[in-house]
């Protein structure tokens, strides 16, 4: 290898991590030049307390049954069920990472118990498996982690939390929420659907379930605790305290009116399974920057082309092939209201795992009257919306204008407060659908 070579290469490495360490953006935010972030989530996410991503080096996090990306993260405890976790980091070399896990309560507050107590195996689990991809402009490295092997399994029901860290540094990476289920008992669930005038004639959605009882069960006024969740968002799980213990055997449960979901919630939908002039919704595309730079034509609000009857509440589905692509994706708004001067207008999605975060807030634009923001993002194809952080809080319906007619995806858990372990064992849970 020649040294003219050997410089060219250098001079790319360094032209890739300078362009991660403080690429471009919309926002002007740019990326931290530490990997960590100090940003504070706003009330109202969709991801549980405690769920972050603190490192700007990590991509397309995903948590889910093996072989199955849109599937819920969701265990059956003492079978040969696995969860997979994979993601990206925007770097060439290896790195050396640890894997963590806590036991919660169904609030997601810690349930005190030791770890021996939840998990029995090492008490150091790494990760191992990471691939360099062949895809280039930037490169990145693919780590996977199945999950319970012979290094760790679980022994108890209930809420964990997953959390990745570099085992070299101690530096936080992101965690993620999984569940652990003892699957006792049934679950039979349906749903309610309502017009609801007061709120622009939005649809309404209550769901109530039926659930038989195992034996062990002797007072489930007391003992039990119902929950729902509406479409994977787990930080927005809702207690059903609508509750009849009147028949022997089983147990009907139900949302109060008031807490109803909404059951015609909207998403957005990014077809980006090619990187090219013709890919769906592609106003332009510069493959010479780097990372390659895709324009999105404008998204505006109560134009409902663009918008899909989704497959389901989540579509996500990322490339996972090693020569899968990022690019610098360019998304422009067109709200049919003013944005108040106090608020801030934010992207989130499947590809950012529907978290707030400063990277993905968008600028008003005067001369083209557009709001703006842009990120890297993996080829796939992804759900996303756009929503309002006011006084600290997320308003992610604000912005829907369409009230598109889809299919909403509902998780129904049954956690049982055991009297003589002192802790919540997560009975059963079901997942079901309802069309608006």
């Known amino acids: 290898m020649t040294d003219a070579t050997i410089y060219k290469r250098l001079l790319f490495t360094a032209l890739i991590f300078g362009l991660f360490g403080c690429g471009s953006s919309e926002n002007g935010s740019g990326n931290g030049t530490n990997g960590q972030s100090s940003y504070t989530p706003p009330a109202g996410q969709v991801t549980v307390p405690g769920q972050l991503t603190a490192s700007d080096r990590v991509f397309s996090v995903n948590l889910n049954r093996k072989g199955n990306l849109q599937s819920a993260p969701v265990l059956r405890i003492n079978s040969n069920q696995q969860l997979r976790l994979s993601f990206d980091l925007l770097e060439i070399e290896a790195r050396q990472l640890r894997v963590t896990f806590t036991h919660h ?54 809420n964990y939390m997953l959390r990745v860290e570099d085992a070299g540094s101690g530096d936080f990476l992101f965690s993620m929420p999984l569940f652990v289920t003892e699957n006792e008992g049934t679950i039979r669930s349906e749903v309610e659907t309502r017009t609801v005038p007061r709120r622009n004639s939005r649809i309404s959605h209550r769901p109530r379930s039926t659930y038989d009882l195992p034996s062990f069960v002797e007072t489930p006024q007391f003992d039990l605790q119902f929950y729902y969740v509406q479409n994977q968002f787990w930080g927005r799980s809702r207690q059903a305290k609508e509750i009849d213990t ?41 493959p010479a920057e780097i990372p390659p730079r895709i324009v999105l034509f404008d998204d505006t609000q109560g134009f409902t082309a663009s918008r899909k009857q989704l497959p389901g509440s989540r579509i996500n589905n990322p490339d996972t092939s090693l020569a899968a692509r990022y690019a610098n994706v360019y998304f422009s708004f067109n709200p049919s209201r003013a944005i108040p001067d106090n608020a801030g207008l934010y992207l989130f999605g499947d590809f950012n795992n529907w978290a707030i975060e400063s990277r993905f807030e968008l600028n008003y634009h005067p001369e083209t009257d557009r709001w703006r923001t842009n990120g890297f993002i993996k080829t796939g194809t992804y759900a996303y919306k756009y929503v309002l952080v006011e006084n600290n809080r997320i308003d992610d319906l604000a912005l829907d204008d369409s009230f598109t007619r889809g299919l909403q995806e509902y998780h129904a858990f049954v956690y049982f407060r055991d009297p003589d372990r002192f802790y919540y064992r997560l009975l059963q849970i079901n997942n079901f659908f309802k069309n608006s």
């Open 105 to 158: 309560n169904p609030d997601w507050s810690p349930s005190g118990l030791a770890e021996d107590f939840y998990k029995d195996g090492f008490y150091n689990l790494n990760i191992n498996e990471s691939r360099l991809s062949r895809a280039e402009r930037p490169r990145y490295r693919r780590y996977t982690y199945d999950f319970p092997n012979d290094n760790i399994r679980f022994l108890v029901s209930g």
């Open 246 to 286: 009147s028949r022997e055997g089983n147990v009907l449960f139900e949302l109060r009116a008031e807490e109803a979901f909404t059951g015609d919630y909207e998403f957005q939908f990014l077809n980006m399974t090619q990187l090219s002039q013709q890919a769906p919704g592609v106003l332009e595309y510069r």
